[in-house]
Nanobody, 116 residues
Framework: QVQLVESGGGLVQAGGSLRLSCAAS????????MGWFRQAPGKEREFVAT????????DYADSVKGRFTISRDNAKNTVYLQMNSLKPEDTAVYYC?????????WGQGTQVTVSS
């Protein structure tokens, strides 16, 4: 079982940056591929980025490629999402989960609001 807690969200102007963190409990964290997902008001939750268990492979949604970077530190049981050149359309609640996702692992998420 893994418990995930997201943090680092906030209010930022367009063009700004934020770094999200996802702290995981559980000794098996390093064996999972992890992902970031987001849900904007009135929309379905969508995939943002994923990273392999070792950190050696990453992938991104087209909408964030070149602007967001996912990384992980298995020694700290933490996954990060560095978000640069933020746009108003990036406004959403951001969640981390394993990839593929597990229903019981969804946390509260962290709100990111980008003002124009």
């Amino acid at each position: 079982q893994v418990q995930l807690v997201e943090s680092g969200g906030g209010l930022v102007q367009a063009g700004g940056s934020l770094r999200l963190s996802c702290a995981a409990s559980g000794r098996t964290f390093s064996s999972y591929a992890m992902g970031w997902f987001r849900q904007a008001p009135g929309k379905e939750r969508e995939f943002v980025a994923t990273i392999s268990w070792s950190g050696g492979s990453t992938d991104y949604a087209d909408s964030v490629k070149g602007r967001f970077t996912i990384s992980r530190d298995n020694a700290k049981n933490t996954v990060y999402l560095q978000m640069n050149s933020l746009k108003p359309e990036d406004t959403a609640v951001y969640y981390c989960n394993t990839n593929p996702t597990r229903k019981n692992y969804w946390g509260q998420g962290t709100q990111v609001t980008v003002s124009s």
